[in-house]
Nanobody, 118 residues
């Protein structure tokens, strides 16, 4: 059973960088053929895929967010992180980390609320 613990500030000021970390238990982020994603859901909107870091450290980003998004990992801690720069109130959302195998998402974190406000 893979489990996630998302952590990071719940309130970020406009123009600052949002930083979240997802600590994984029950599975290794370097296990072959798994990929680890950040996905968000803004109020009243559907899920938005932000990006992914695969088992071999390859990253892919949503083109609409690519210029502001960075996903990295720390294999010694079995965790991966999201950084989203130059945030605006439109980046207010519940942020989820999740695991994918062949682009099918099988495990999700509980989500963490991030509000962008001064």
């Amino acid at each position: 059973q893979v489990q996630f613990q998302e952590s990071g500030p719940g309130l970020v000021k406009p123009s600052q960088t949002l930083s979240l970390t997802c600590t994984v238990s029950g599975g290794s982020i370097t296990s072959s053929y798994y990929a680890w994603s950040w996905i968000r859901q803004s109020p009243g909107k559907g899920l938005e895929w932000m990006g992914v870091i695969s088992y071999d450290d390859t990253t892919y980003y949503n083109p609409s967010l690519k210029s502001r998004t960075s996903i990295s990992r720390d294999t010694s801690k079995n965790e991966f992180s999201l950084q989203l720069s130059s945030v605006t109130p439109e980046d207010t959302a519940v942020y989820y980390c999740a695991r994918a195998s062949a682009w099918v998402y099988d495990y999700w974190g509980q989500g963490t609320q991030v509000t962008v406000s001064s």
